[in-house]
C-alpha cells in the first residue's frame, strides 16, 4: 500500500469506527472509489487497534474501574465494588456472542462473501431507519449504572450482526440500548466499552497470523495505520460524546439512508 492509501484508511477508520454509520463499510468502500487494492480484513484490524487505544485512553476512569473489578475477582477480595463488578461482568457477557459468531464468520470465510455494495447499501438504510425509530421513540431513563445481564446480552446479539458490513458495531449496539431506555450518551459509552474486547479478540487472531506470515513490511503498514486513526479516533470521541449531550442521531441517520441509496443506485445501475 502507498503511503496516502494508509492515511486515508487510518483516518477513514478513527473517524467512523465509533459514529452509528459502520467503519467496515467506509473501509471497503475507499478501494472502491479509488481504484487501490482492497486493503484486506489484516488492514482493517491493524486500523481499528489504534482506535482501541483511542477509546481506553479517553474512557480512562471507566477502563481502570473495570481493570480494578477484574482485579478484586482474581484475588477473591470480598470488600469489592458491586457496581464496578456488575460492569466488568456485564461488559465481558456482551462480547461472548460475537467472538463466537465471529470465530464461525471467520472460519467459514464469511466475511469475504459480505464485503458487496448491495449488502452495504441495504444494511446502511435499514439499520439507519431502526435507529431513528427507537432513537425518537424509545425513553431516556437509564444510565451505565443500570446496566443488568440481560441488557448486556441484548447488547451483545446486537453486535453480532455488525459482522454483516454496514451494519455498524456502534450504531446497532447503541440502537440496542436506545430501544432499552438508556440514554444517548451512556448507549455511546457502553458502546464504546464493548468495542474494548471485541477489537482484543480480532486483533489478537489477526496478530497471530501476521507473525506466521513474516510479513514485516505490512507490519510497519499495520503500525502507521494505528498510530493515524488513534489520533482521529480521539477527536471523533470527543465530538460525538458533546453532539450526544444536546442533539438527536438524525444526522447519522440521514447520510446512512442517503450513503446506501447511492451506494444500490450504484450497484444496481
Known amino acids: 500500500m502507498s503511503f496516502l492509501q494508509i492515511v486515508v484508511l487510518a483516518i477513514v477508520q478513527g473517524i467512523t469506527e465509533f459514529l452509528p454509520i459502520s467503519s467496515s463499510a467506509h473501509l471497503i468502500l475507499v478501494p ?4 487501490w487494492p482492497d486493503q484486506g480484513v489484516m488492514m482493517d484490524v491493524g486500523v481499528h487497534l489504534g482506535t482501541l487505544g483511542a477509546v481506553m485512553l479517553y474512557f480512562r476512569t471507566d477502563v ?13 477480595k470480598q470488600d469489592y465494588d458491586r457496581m464496578e463488578r456488575r460492569l466488568f461482568l456485564a461488559l465481558i457477557l456482551s462480547t461472548i456472542p460475537i467472538i463466537i459468531f465471529g470465530g464461525l464468520a471467520a472460519a467459514f470465510d464469511l466475511n469475504d462473501l459480505w464485503r458487496t455494495l448491495e449488502v452495504i447499501g441495504w444494511t446502511s438504510i435499514l439499520f439507519g431507519l431502526l435507529l431513528y425509530v427507537l432513537d425518537m421513540r424509545a425513553p431516556v431513563t437509564k444510565k451505565i449504572t443500570d446496566m ?72 510497519l503498514d499495520i503500525l502507521l495505520g494505528a498510530g493515524l486513526s488513534f489520533l ?13 449531550e444536546r442533539a438527536s442521531m438524525t444526522p447519522f441517520v440521514v447520510y446512512r439512508v442517503m450513503l446506501g441509496a447511492a451506494l444500490l443506485v450504484w450497484a444496481y445501475a
Open 232 to 244: 482521529a479516533a480521539l477527536v471523533a470521541i470527543a465530538a460525538l460524546m458533546k453532539w450526544l
Open 148 to 219: 443488568r445481564y440481560g441488557h448486556a446480552l441484548i447488547m451483545g446479539f446486537a453486535q453480532v450482526l455488525s459482522i454483516i458490513p454496514g451494519t455498524s458495531r456502534a450504531g446497532i449496539t447503541m440502537t440496542a440500548a436506545r430501544g432499552m431506555g438508556f440514554s444517548r450518551t451512556e448507549a455511546a459509552r457502553f458502546s464504546m466499552l464493548m468495542s474494548i474486547p471485541t477489537i482484543i479478540a480480532a486483533g489478537s487472531m489477526e496478530g497471530v497470523k501476521l507473525a506466521q506470515s513474516g510479513d514485516f513490511v505490512l507490519g
Open 64 to 76: 481502570g474501574r473495570l481493570f480494578n473489578a477484574f482485579w478484586q475477582m482474581l484475588t477473591l
Open 32 to 35: 472502491r472509489l479509488t481504484d
